[in-house]
């Protein structure tokens, strides 16, 4: 759709949007319903405008909205030209997305193990596990933590390995005071509702490579030469051709409005969500036995996830912390999944990965979102120190 329809008034719209979709702030609402009258539902202009931002905040060259992540990062290997017989590292300690999309390319994911302070993939952790048929690392900046990235890449310039960064938590973290993804070969973002902004569903691929960013917008479109943007502008008619084959990985313009509004926010959700984090270290300090996430020295997180890793010796397990915090009406998670040891990925060969397994065992993520009161706080901290035995 490409031309503006006959429809109710913006305010009848608006009446309609919240219903639909009760997670949009008001000037999201707005937004969407501008889009839906606009005429342009599917991929258009807004995605246009959304991507060109996106690449500002963060640093990059160029962006390329997808409908996910996990499109994201396939498309991703997919331009490094990955297919079988190649391997990637991986880090276990990570939603399974990352994994599941090493094997979309016919690869091999290789798991390797992290460091327990940030949950990342290291220099070290790499090194252990890759061999002459490793083609791409994937790190992870998990839960919003920045991994060392410069690290990463001099290392893996030095081995000719192409460094792909799972950015999917990441927006608004920083290495060295610059945006995730500054400098980046390629790094895959989300917009998932759990993530620090959202369009729902949605995600973004960014490099600095222009010819790989024309690629991959034709690959999100069917491998389309030309979108229904450029044919609408067109003067001329315009027969498209399908170069390759491709996929059907496209954003809509709805999302993309509401992408606008949430990314001109992010600042101030971030900083509401830092001195959230801030207050949760003060008052979890006293209390023995927890060790709670914390900025890296070389960068600093979105703490888009709040994770405290309890010490071995600790009065009860998670999982009855859990049922604790639940009791007390705390919606509290389990620490980040290990996927080599989910199903899917059974007898899949893995190292031994021992701070991947500890920190999937044994952790949990607190509730900490960017509306969240300080009595909703102490609440939760009350349940951990009395746990504690305090």
């Not at 503006?4 to 702030?25: C, E, F, K, N, S």
């Not at 290291?122 to 690290?151: F, I, N």
């Amino acid at each position: 759709m490409s031309a503006p329809v006959d429809a109710a008034p913006v305010d009848a719209a608006l009446a309609r949007i919240p219903v639909m979709m009760p997670w949009l702030g008001e000037e999201e609402a707005k937004a969407a319903a501008d889009a839906v009258l606009s005429g342009w539902v599917a991929q258009g202009p807004r995605v246009a405008e959304f991507e060109r931002a996106f690449a500002e905040r963060v640093g990059a060259g160029h962006a390329i909205a997808v409908s996910s992540c996990t499109a994201a990062l396939h498309l991703a290997l997919v331009a490094l030209g990955l297919g079988p017989g190649d391997e990637v590292v991986v880090p276990s300690l990570s939603f399974i997305a990352t994994a599941n999309a090493v094997r979309y390319v016919g690869a091999e994911p290789v798991f390797a193990d992290v460091e327990e302070a940030t949950g990342n993939l290291t220099v070290a952790t790499v090194d252990a596990v890759r061999t002459p048929r490793t083609k791409a690392v994937l790190a992870v900046h998990q839960g919003g933590v920045p991994a060392d990235v410069h690290a990463l890449r001099s290392a893996c310039a030095d081995w000719d390995v192409a460094l792909v960064e799972d950015a999917a938590c990441a927006i608004g973290s920083t290495v060295g005071g610059k945006s995730v993804g500054d400098g980046a070969l390629l790094a895959a973002w989300s917009f998932h509702p759990r993530k620090v902004i959202t369009t729902g569903e949605g995600g973004m691929l960014t490099t600095d490579d222009a010819q790989w960013a024309e690629r991959l917008r034709r690959l999100r479109e069917h491998g389309m030469n030309a979108s229904a943007a450029q044919r609408h502008a067109s003067s001329k008619p315009i027969l498209e051709s399908y170069l390759e084959v491709g996929y059907n990985y496209r954003m809509t313009d709805i999302q993309a409005a509401v992408g606008l509004v949430q990314l001109g926010k992010l600042d101030e959700i971030v900083a509401r969500r830092r001195a959230l984090a801030a207050r949760y270290d003060a008052l979890l300090q006293d209390v023995p036995g927890l060790t709670p996430v914390r900025d890296p020295a070389y960068g600093q997180g979105n703490f888009q996830s709040y994770w405290v890793l309890p010490a071995e010796d600790f009065p009860v397990g998670r999982d009855a912390l859990l049922a604790a915090l639940s009791e007390a009406g705390v919606s509290a998670r389990r620490g980040i999944m290990a996927s080599h040891l989910e199903p899917a990925y059974e007898g899949h060969p893995a190292a031994p990965l021992p701070v991947t397994e500890r920190i999937s065992r044994d952790s949990l993520i607190l509730p900490l979102f960017h509306t969240m009161t300080e009595a909703q706080q102490d609440r939760v901290v009350a349940v951990l120190r009395e746990q504690a035995g305090g």
